[in-house]
């Protein structure tokens, strides 16, 4: 066993926190939670799995470690240090600095092999931000190592201030609002809201830069792009800049935003207004940088409109996801490939699927009135993951496209033709897709009316449980959909009825992922809810 220092309380670890300055050698410093190193596996159970039961945020007393695949009715250790090590001891791969490290108490694992080991968080600001490197041990007679312990890959966690989640509204629809539609702030801990004044008109999507401070907002009809301070609460607009062709056309905005993995820069989905060409506007997303939320450079896209855009966590490559118009009409949507490496080729389409296969062959397509979270991304960049939505009477389904090949996969091998990931309601269609950082499960919306559900499926087609699926219940259907990074949580937005006496305002619920079940629920006084982003 490596040389770790022992304790018998959690006293130590508020030393531990103060001290964690050291800087991150991830590949990604500003993700939560991150994985790195390699496991040491039982011959038995395999390679022990360790996560955590949520982000950890500054403040949360709940904050835990969880253990996967160890040996049942044993003991497992986990080890919390400011930094992380490459060792290897008698075949046991260690993967934090064994000379800081500080051992948790010992927990007794289950009958079926898992375990939990708490780790309040303080709340202390000048945490926020810092790094830990933890790694579990478990007690495994067939352990490949001679120490007969098992291993786990080393788990980096960001602290984090406390969650937030941001929530753009319409307040009307006819005629368009003059401005000053609102964001609301939902502190994620303590359940209040709040309202962010804005000057913008249909706040549709919003994305947070990479330390949190600050928050981007799409104003869709008046063609701008807002920034937000969310060190402030609540958030403050400091700023609207203006896109490079602006348009009050209704049919024709930007629709989706997304930063960088290295928190660098900001993509924007522009569609029109003609002669220019549909494109994704590029701008500094770097609050340190002297040209932060400036416009850079432009990237055309051949297509009518962009429905959705994914950035590879590797920040090499971006995905877009977009139907070409008529979108009256069957469409087949198109999804492309865009090189994201500085250098001459930065811009560049390097691959495409033409037309996206969904049900029936070509007679799927994007619907013509909703833009939801329609793509989804594996967190190791192998998979996309494409809603489709059937017109002419087709089904709705989800494609998966392998990012190696860029071909979509089978997923009923057995048929001779290609299928796709079926909706659990016959007729419904997907209303949000969003996978955690772990990347086992796919979360998607089933809209159905008052028969909706949330539903999450294992989505990895080489895992043996590919497919298996579980769902909840919603009263109304939802439209966007967001996973916590950790997994634990998933929040729903559904934009109520008008037609129900009385009229059902929207709503964003909270679905805990371990029950299932709606825990929390708001409700707001606004015409429609659009496309939230966490922090």
Same mark, same amino acid.
């Given at each position: ?25 991830a ?21 022990p ?60 694992? #289950?009958?079926?092999g ?69 964001l ?15 000057t ?21 009809i ?38 960088t ?55 090499q ?8 118009l ?21 811009g560049?389409?390097?691959r ?10 070509p007679t ?5 009135t ?24 087709a ?36 209303g949000?897709?969003?996978m ?60 109520? #009825? ?33 496309w939230?982003?966490?922090?």
């Amino acid at each position: 066993m490596p040389h770790i220092r022992n304790s018998n309380s959690l006293a130590p670890i508020a030393v531990l926190l103060s001290t964690a300055l050291a800087p991150c050698q991830a590949p990604n410093p500003h993700a939560p939670l991150e994985r790195y190193g390699a496991p040491t596996a039982s011959t038995v159970s395999g390679a022990p799995l360790l996560w955590t039961n949520g982000v950890a945020h500054l403040g949360d007393a709940g904050f835990a470690f969880t253990h996967r695949c160890v040996a049942p009715n044993s003991f497992v250790l986990t080890a919390v240090a400011p930094a992380p090590s490459v060792l290897a001891i008698s075949g046991l791969w260690v993967n934090v600095d064994p000379l800081s490290a500080v051992l948790l108490p010992p927990q007794l694992t #289950s009958p079926t092999g898992t375990a939990a080991t708490g780790l309040p968080v303080p709340l202390q600001p000048s945490l926020a931000g810092l790094q830990l490197y933890a790694q579990g041990f478990t007690l495994d007679a067939n352990s490949a190592s001679s120490l007969q312990l098992t291993g786990s890959e080393g788990l980096r966690v960001r602290l984090r201030q406390e969650a937030q989640l941001l929530v753009g509204a319409d307040l009307f629809v006819t005629p368009p609002n003059p401005g000053n539609d609102p964001l609301f702030a939902i502190d994620l801990l303590s359940g209040a809201t709040s309202i962010v004044s804005t000057t913008g008109n249909a706040l549709y999507h919003t994305a947070h830069s990479k330390d949190g401070r600050r928050a981007f907002v799409l104003d869709r009809i008046g063609g701008n792009l807002l920034v937000l301070d969310t060190s402030q609460s609540p958030p403050v607009q400091i700023l609207s800049r203006r896109l490079q062709q602006p348009t009050t056309d209704p049919d024709i905005q930007p629709t989706v935003l997304r930063v960088t993995p290295d928190g660098s820069r900001l993509l924007v989905g522009v569609a029109g207004p003609a002669p220019m060409p549909v494109r994704i506007e590029v701008y500094d997303a770097d609050p340190a940088s002297p040209t932060f939320a400036q416009y850079l450079t432009s990237i055309p896209v051949a297509v009518s409109w962009v429905s959705d855009l994914r950035i590879a966590s590797h920040g090499q490559t971006a995905y877009v996801y977009a139907a070409i118009l008529p979108l009256s009409s069957p469409v087949s949507p198109w999804f492309a490939e865009i090189d994201l490496t500085a250098g001459p080729g930065f811009g560049t389409t390097l691959r495409t699927l033409v037309p996206v296969r969904g049900p029936a062959a070509p007679t799927s397509g994007i619907s013509a009135t909703t833009h939801g979270r329609l793509m989804a991304m594996s967190p190791d960049a192998r998979y996309a993951y494409l809603g489709l939505w059937g017109v002419l009477s087709a089904p709705s389904e989800i494609a998966i496209v392998d990012l190696a090949t860029m071909l979509q996969v089978d997923c009923i091998p057995a048929t001779p033709e290609l299928d796709n990931l079926s909706m659990s309601i016959v007729g419904a269609v997907p209303g949000g897709l969003d996978m955690d950082l772990l990347g086992e499960e796919l979360w998607f919306g089933e809209r159905s009316g008052a028969n909706s559900l949330v539903t999450a499926i294992q989505a990895d087609p080489l895992s043996p449980s590919f497919g298996t699926r579980r769902s909840v219940s919603v009263p109304r259907s939802p439209e966007f959909l967001v996973v916590s990074p950790a997994g634990e949580r998933v929040w729903i937005l559904d934009n109520g #009825s008008s037609s129900s006496s009385p009229p059902a305002r929207p709503t964003v619920s909270e679905i805990d992922t371990a029950t299932m079940m709606v825990t929390r629920t708001w409700s707001f006084p606004v015409y429609r809810l659009h496309w939230p982003s966490m922090r």
